[in-house]
């Protein structure tokens, strides 16, 4: 599975940046995908991922409200929407998934290059 991300940025505080994350390659046994950042000096935190077949969702405490994550029909593409951006999210952010592993029940990651967020107060 090869991840391709777009979309970050440079956005003023309580803007809007949408970054999109496409999968290619074997996308059938995708189990979910979403968003990482990492910010300098900074632990990477999860911040939103989506979940294939129900399509639940998840968000890290600090984006809930102001982040959505989606995914369109042909379950290869995911996208988040970033509203009323804070200096704080200013972050590298990292798209994954994790695919079932055929015959186990265990998965593997995946990862895109990262793409770079900044907000400017």
């Known amino acids: 599975v090869q991840l391709a991300e777009s979309g970050g940025g440079l956005v003023q505080a309580g803007g809007s940046l949408r970054l999109s994350c496409g999968a290619s390659?074997?996308?059938?046994?995708?189990?979910?995908m979403g968003w990482y950042r990492q910010a300098p000096g900074k632990q990477r935190e999860l911040v939103a991922r989506?979940?294939?077949?129900?399509?639940?969702?998840t968000y890290a405490d600090s984006v809930k409200g102001r982040f959505t994550v989606s995914r369109d029909n042909d379950k290869a593409t995911i996208y988040l929407q970033m509203n009323s951006l804070k200096p704080e999210d200013t972050a590298i952010y990292y798209c994954?998934?994790?695919?079932?592993?055929?015959?186990?029940?265990?998965?593997?990651?995946?990862w895109g290059q990262g793409t770079q967020v900044t907000v400017s107060s």
């Open positions: 390659g074997s996308t059938f046994n995708i189990n979910s």
């Open positions: 989506i979940f294939s077949g129900a399509l639940s969702t």
């Open positions: 994954f998934a994790l695919v079932g592993v055929e015959g186990s029940v265990s998965e593997r990651d995946y």
